[in-house]
């Protein structure tokens, strides 16, 4: 069982619809991340949990919607999303949220029509 | 703001050594990560430093100088399969949870 499993690994919706990622943890760790990837530039931090608390969210839009029931799974919620936010979205863990290194899922491809 | 700068591309042959560079410009800093990404796949970790010097991983170097906001990683004996991105990361400082991305480099190793 792989460390760190994101599904869908690819979501199409339109503009108007209510879709979620799902992001579970099999490594033990403390704190979880949400970052997107788009073609040509970094990976953006969105969002961060620490001990199932959102420490960290990094100015994104609403239509952008965290939920971390518990320390191994993470959720992002997605509504009335635009064409731009087509990227590659990225969960990770790390054993603390200020240290050690991320372990990254292998993504969800988002398309947005 | 925060800066992490890196080449976009680098090319080199099999069996040779690549160097690639990473300067950073950040408002705080509390380690340098290396990572590794495949196409279509996750990143993942390949090192770490947080004082300044050469780490040294197999074929993988990586080496940070703090006073000029400076790291490098080093592949040697390079293989096909090292052909990928490779991103630089810094986290900010003492009890910062963010870990700022570069835009990456993408080696091509050809034959």
């Known amino acids: 069982e792989t460390g760190v499993t994101q599904t869908p690994r690819h979501l199409v919706m339109g503009m108007t619809n209510k879709k979620s990622l799902k992001c579970e943890q099999h490594l033990g760790h403390n704190a979880m991340y949400w970052y997107k990837q788009s073609a040509k530039k970094p990976l953006e931090l969105m969002f961060v949990?620490?001990?199932?608390?959102?420490?960290e969210n990094n100015s994104v839009p609403s239509r952008f919607s965290p939920e971390c029931p518990n320390s191994s799974h993470l959720f992002l919620h997605l509504h009335t999303l635009q064409p731009e936010d087509s990227a590659l979205y990225l969960c990770?863990?790390?054993?603390?949220?200020?240290?050690?290194?991320?372990?990254f899922g292998e993504g969800s491809r988002l398309t947005v029509l | 703001g925060q800066n992490i700068d890196q080449p976009t591309e680098m090319t080199a042959t099999e069996g040779a050594i690549v160097q690639i560079n990473c300067t950073y410009q950040?408002?705080?800093?509390?380690?340098l990560f290396w990572y590794q990404q495949h196409a279509g796949e996750a990143p993942t970790f390949l090192s770490y430093n947080v004082l300044d010097g050469l780490e040294e991983k197999g074929r993988f170097s990586s080496f940070l100088s703090r006073s000029k906001g400076y790291s490098y990683l080093l592949l040697k004996e390079l293989q096909m399969k090292d052909s990928a991105s490779y991103l630089c990361?810094?986290?900010?400082?003492?009890?910062?949870?963010?870990?700022?991305f570069g835009s990456g480099t993408r080696l091509l190793v050809r034959p």
């Open positions: 949990y620490s001990l199932e608390e959102r420490v």
């Open positions: 990770a863990s790390s054993q603390a949220a200020n240290t050690g290194e991320l372990f």
């Open positions: 990361a810094v986290r900010l400082g003492d009890s910062s949870y963010k870990l700022i």
């Open positions: 950040t408002s705080g800093f509390n380690g």
